[in-house]
């Protein structure tokens, strides 16, 4: 098993920046890749971004491409999300993922571990 627990989001305005950070703990040699996600009131939970550790790969939705980083601490087993020029459209409830198997990157079925998720909320 492994455990995510998200942190650092809060509220920001229009163009600011905040860093999520997930803290993996439990079975985290099995970890093939991490990712994030997020969920609007109404929407879906779509996809934000992804890392594959095995071969230091990320992937982004062309939402955020440009303006999030994804990056690792390995040392630390954790997963940060970097967001820059945050846009009120960001707003939403950001949740950390991963699995251990070999397969896709930006499907929510893709994983088998969640996080409990950090509230994001940018003002205009």
């Known amino acids: 098993q492994v455990q995510l627990v998200e942190s650092g989001g809060g509220l920001v305005q229009a163009g600011g920046s905040l860093r999520l950070s997930c803290a993996a703990s439990?079975?985290?040699?099995?970890?093939?890749?991490m990712g994030w996600f997020r969920q609007a009131p109404g929407k879906e939970r779509e996809f934000v971004a992804a890392?594959?550790?095995?071969?230091?790969?990320?992937y982004y939705a062309d939402s955020v491409k440009g303006r999030f980083t994804i990056s690792r601490d390995n040392a630390k087993n954790t997963e940060y999300l970097q967001m820059n020029s945050l846009k009120p459209e960001d707003t939403a409830v950001y949740y950390c993922?991963?699995?251990?198997?070999?397969?896709?990157?930006?499907?929510?079925?893709?994983?088998?571990?969640w996080g409990q998720g950090t509230q994001v909320t940018v003002s205009s």
């Open positions: 993922a991963a699995s251990p198997k070999i397969g896709g990157i930006s499907g929510p079925g893709d994983y088998e571990y």
């Open positions: 439990g079975r985290t040699f099995s970890i093939y890749r």
């Open positions: 890392f594959r550790w095995s071969y230091g790969i990320t």
